[in-house]
């Protein structure tokens, strides 16, 4: 997606050789129009499919979810990583690693908002390891729902998670695919 590489260019922060920072689009600071046709994008990549449900993990995922599902005009449902003091109802739950924080995370959904009979776009806004999306992939199938497919905003492609996903027999579909960092720029595939 051109748009978002010239963002990413524009705007991104090459941390290291592994770290991108986006807070100000993104991450932090979020820009609704950039969100809008993401969301787009999402939703034209995964026409004709059946979708039932878009799933998430808090917080980055969220706003570019909300307009897929705007678009594709089915809900959204984001995974917790902490239990609300007001919830006693039965969960899924697993346990992701997050590379960028480089902490394990509990990641909990309500078992009243999947059921077996949905079919859900699983949406998130970096893929490095896949942690979370395997995390999000075992929440839809601990419901034994469907992964229709995985929608990642920024694909770190030098790193497995990628491969990872595919192996496992998911589709993925990434806006921007990374090959590399170097000297402070974002290399794309």
Do not use: W
């Not at 991450?27 to 998430?56: C, H, V, W, Y």
């Not at 449902?77 to 919830?87: D, L, M």
């Not at 690693?97 to 949905?118: A, C, H």
Request: hydrophobic share 45%; proline share 2%.
């Amino acid at each position: 997606m051109d748009l978002l590489k010239k963002r990413i260019q524009s705007d991104g922060q090459v941390l290291n050789d592994s770290l991108l920072k986006v807070d100000s689009f993104l991450n932090q600071q979020i820009d609704p129009q950039l969100m809008l046709k993401m969301g787009e994008e999402f939703a034209k990549r995964f026409s004709g499919e059946s979708i039932t449900k878009i799933l998430t993990i808090e917080s980055s995922g969220i706003a570019v979810s909300v307009m897929a599902g705007l678009i594709l005009n089915v809900p959204v449902i984001f995974a917790r990583k902490k239990k609300s003091v007001v919830s006693n109802e039965a969960l899924y739950c697993t346990t992701v690693y997050s590379f960028t924080k480089r902490e394990s995370n509990n990641i909990i959904v309500s078992k009243k908002f999947l059921q077996e009979d949905d079919h859900v776009l699983i949406i998130d806004d970096f893929l490095a390891n896949g942690e979370a999306a395997t995390g999000l992939a075992s929440i839809v199938e601990q419901a034994n729902a469907k992964v229709t497919g995985i929608g990642i905003v920024i694909e770190k492609s030098f790193q497995p998670g990628a491969q990872k996903l595919l192996q496992a027999g998911y589709r993925v579909e990434s806006l921007a695919r990374i090959a590399s960092f170097s000297n402070g720029q974002v290399n794309f595939l």
